[in-house]
């Protein structure tokens, strides 16, 4: 198995977004510079395996 996959959280189907998160792929990113926009939410269960693994990721 790819290291990336170990930090791979799936979005569920049905959002409005669909793909998945790379977690070991953070960067920083300056919103208004980029013009970004939030396009919608994750649900609060991604958000935590998503937090699990950036804690391990990092050592925390």
Do not use: C, W
């Not at 290291?3 to 959280?9: C, E, G, I, R, S």
């Amino acid at each position: 198995m790819r290291q990336t996959a170990l930090f791979k959280v799936a979005l569920p189907e049905g959002l409005e977004i669909g793909g998945a998160i790379l977690v070991d792929q953070v960067k920083s990113i300056d919103r208004r510079a980029r013009q970004l926009s939030i396009a919608g939410r994750a649900p609060a269960a991604v958000t935590a395996e998503v937090t699990a693994k950036l804690a391990a990721l990092l050592g925390l």
